[in-house]
């Protein structure tokens, strides 16, 4: 079983609806970034949280560290938002341990 | 100001060869990270590196070394290459270099091995 679980693997969706993208993991970690990765390998880290809620424009992060859950949210979705999200939880080791990803295409 | 860079861009290499990839921080991030993405999966975590020593290692063999420099420039070293190794490498910074940073990416080093 893998440490990192996204879902959905991928996602369809309209431009304008709300999205979710969660991500469960395993083992325990001091922080989680929420990245985003276009075609072509660019990485953008949106966030890092360790506990509660981050927001940045549209996009929303949460954490619930008991829970080992955390969600990425995003308002209004729009057609430069699709791009692959990946969740990734950072061990107490420094090590970064990376989820599956989660494919999105919003289409207009 | 300039983000992460890394150098070259791409890289074609052959089996058994060695193999030697830069990255630039961003000016004042004191951390560097290495990761390896193979074509079609997520990214792999490879080394970790504050202030010149080496802060954490992910599952890769030891043909796989890396090292940081004053200026806080890295280097990761892959020897004895093989097939396998054929993958985006990226590095990533971060400020003040603790864990759990933000992370700024490099745009990637494309390594293909035949």
């Known amino acids: 079983k893998n440490e990192v679980e996204q879902s959905p693997q991928n996602l369809t969706a309209q431009e304008g609806e709300f999205i979710t993208i969660n991500c469960s993991y395993s083992?325990?970690?001091?922080?989680l970034h929420w990245l985003q990765q276009h075609p072509g390998g660019g990485i953008v880290s949106l966030f890092m949280?360790?506990?509660g809620k981050k927001k940045h424009g549209r996009l929303i992060a949460t954490i619930n560290i008991q829970e080992k859950h955390s969600s990425l949210h995003i308002t209004a979705s729009h057609p430069r938002d699709s791009a692959v999200y990946i969740c990734?939880?950072?061990?107490?080791?420094?090590?970064?341990?990376f989820g599956t990803g989660t494919l999105l295409a919003v289409q207009p | 100001d300039a983000g992460v860079t890394q150098s070259p861009t791409h890289l074609i290499k052959t089996r058994g060869q060695q193999v030697t990839l830069r990255c630039s921080p961003i000016?004042?991030?004191?951390?560097v990270s290495w990761y390896q993405q193979v074509l079609g999966q997520g990214p792999q975590f490879i080394f970790q590196?504050?202030?010149?020593?080496?802060?954490g290692r992910g599952n890769f063999p030891d043909r796989f070394s890396a090292r940081q420099f004053p200026n806080y420039s890295s280097e990761l070293n892959v020897n004895a290459l093989l097939l396998g190794d054929s993958a985006l490498y990226l590095c990533?910074?971060?400020?003040?270099?603790?864990?759990?940073?933000?992370?700024?990416f490099g745009s990637g080093t494309q390594l293909s091995v035949l």
């Open positions: 949280l360790s506990s």
């Open positions: 590196y504050y202030e010149k020593e080496e802060r």
């Open positions: 083992v325990g970690i001091s922080a």
């Open positions: 990533a910074s971060s400020h003040p270099g603790g864990a759990g940073e933000k992370l700024f």
């Open positions: 990734a939880p950072l061990r107490a080791t420094n090590k970064l341990i």
């Open positions: 000016s004042g991030h004191k951390s």
